[in-house]
């Protein structure tokens, strides 16, 4: 049973748009909520979190928005560069998981030049 | 500062036999964390380890276990291999285990079985 979902295995765009990476969850429990980004044959590395008491959360170039009712959350990306092609993954925990995380499946985004 | 390592980087084994990976925590770090990730998926959470103690394991075996030691790097042992553990393992360390404590990951361990 995926509790956290990322519908989207890929993600093509041009350099300077707008990328929108989508993740939704089903347990309710989960209260706080990550995107790390994956380079090959290096570890994830964390990029933005957001807890459930907020909707928004901005750093850069990079903001993360939660839709608490919808349990889906969107990071966006603006502009898109070409060093930002990696793999994107949504995770996310509770209180009562500590830092323990639940990963969803990744989405892979190309940023063309 | 010297981040997580792990080693080795790659590894075949045959199927029945075991291995044993390990990791080296971030400089002041004392929780690590095991995930299995398998092709096309998701880091998969197996374990979490906080100052030697088991702190927190996901659906995974009693085949896959796991130690840690004083200085806080960590062992992840897994017994009677099948072909479906065929995963890269990504361990990560943190300075907690509370919600918001963020983990470093390493580069992670390919291993394959035959």
């Known amino acids: 049973d995926q509790q956290v979902k990322q519908n989207s295995p890929s993600l093509s765009v041009q350099e300077g748009r707008i990328s929108i990476l989508n993740c939704d969850y089903t347990?309710?429990?989960?209260?706080?909520f990550l995107w790390y980004k994956k380079y090959p044959a290096e570890g994830p590395t964390f990029l933005i979190s957001?807890?459930?008491?907020?909707d928004k959360n901005e750093d850069g170039r990079f903001t993360v928005f939660l839709n608490k009712s919808a349990k889906h959350l969107s990071l966006h990306i603006v502009p898109s560069q070409p060093g930002d092609s990696a793999v994107y993954f949504c995770a996310a925990s509770a209180r009562e998981y500590g830092n323990k995380l639940v990963f969803g499946a990744g989405t892979i985004l190309r940023v063309k030049s | 500062e010297t981040g997580v390592t792990q080693s080795p980087t790659h590894l075949i084994k045959t199927r029945g036999q075991q291995v044993t990976l390990r990791c080296s925590s971030q400089s002041g770090h004392n929780t690590v964390s095991w995930y299995q990730q398998a092709l096309g998926q998701g880091p998969q959470f197996i374990f979490q380890?906080?100052?030697?103690?088991?702190?927190g394991r996901g659906n995974f075996p009693p085949r896959f276990s796991g130690l840690q030691f004083p200085n806080y790097s960590s062992e992840l042992n897994v017994n009677a291999l099948e072909l479906d553990d065929s995963a890269l393992y990504l361990c990560a360390s943190s300075s907690g285990t509370g919600l918001g404590y963020e983990q470093y990951f390493g580069p992670g361990t390919r291993l394959t079985v035959t």
């Open positions: 347990n309710s429990m989960f209260d706080y």
């Open positions: 380890y906080y100052r030697e103690e088991e702190n």
């Open positions: 957001i807890s459930s008491i907020k």
